[in-house]
């Protein structure tokens, strides 16, 4: 972080941080705002001198224990339909209710994408808004209508997936950043050299969901 404060901001010492309530992190004395990730191969940082409502979350795409009960704790019914999409579901059937639920066999690879795409949906929506849990029973997400609703608003959630570079590994990452500042968006990765030069490279992602709130649809 203190060299993306340098080379980007021209600050020469990272400031003090403190955090809110809901424990969401911050500088005291500064106008920046940060939001950090981490996972198994990557750390991701997005930071904007020009809105505090940042949201970033990456997740190793691998088998977790009871993704079943984890779908039926923190996901909608469209939600779970989205995930659990197949020719064999009968989309009018509520497959909240655990009894359909725990009857279904473990995910798929492309079942286990979707579950981990939206999770960070969340995650990074959640981490925006900085009230931790207090708002994912509004938050609905909606990637076949490209919309998403909760308590925020005027925003922009992006969702893809990261391979790591010569492995067949995948990540989830997901952005949330005001609807306004989505043309400023630049990507860079981060290298260090040996000599312990920090070498920043544009990076070009193809998101495969952009979800807007209601709010910030064209008109």
């Not at 931790?132 to 998403?148: A, D, E, H, V, Y």
């Not at 981060?190 to 969901?209: C, N, V």
Request: proline share 5%; aromatic share 8%; net charge negative.
């Amino acid at each position: 972080m203190l060299q993306t404060l340098k080379t980007y901001y021209n600050i020469s010492e990272l400031p003090k941080i403190s955090y809110n309530q809901h424990q969401k992190p911050c500088f005291e004395s500064s106008n920046i705002a940060f939001n950090l990730t981490h996972s198994q191969n990557f750390i991701g940082l997005i930071i904007s001198s020009q809105t505090t409502t940042l949201g970033i979350d990456i997740e190793a795409i691998i088998p977790r224990r009871n993704f079943l009960g984890l779908l039926q704790r923190t996901f909608t019914t469209p939600e779970t339909q989205w995930i659990l999409q197949s020719e064999s579901h009968d989309q009018s059937i509520d497959i909240r209710e655990f009894s359909q639920i725990k009857n279904h066999p473990p995910l798929n690879n492309d079942e286990m994408i979707r579950f981990f795409l939206l999770w960070s949906a969340k995650e990074a929506y959640l981490k925006a808004d900085g009230r931790g849990l207090q708002g994912l029973n509004t938050l609905c997400l909606n990637p076949k209508r490209s919309t998403m609703s909760g308590d925020l608003n005027k925003g922009t959630l992006l969702l893809t997936t990261l391979s790591v570079a010569d492995t067949e590994a995948l990540n989830s990452i997901a952005l949330y950043l005001p609807h306004n500042l989505l043309a400023d968006l630049s990507i860079q990765t981060l290298a260090i050299t040996s000599h312990h030069q920090a070498i920043y490279r544009p990076l070009s992602i193809k998101w495969d969901f952009q979800l807007l709130e209601s709010d910030s649809l064209p008109s």
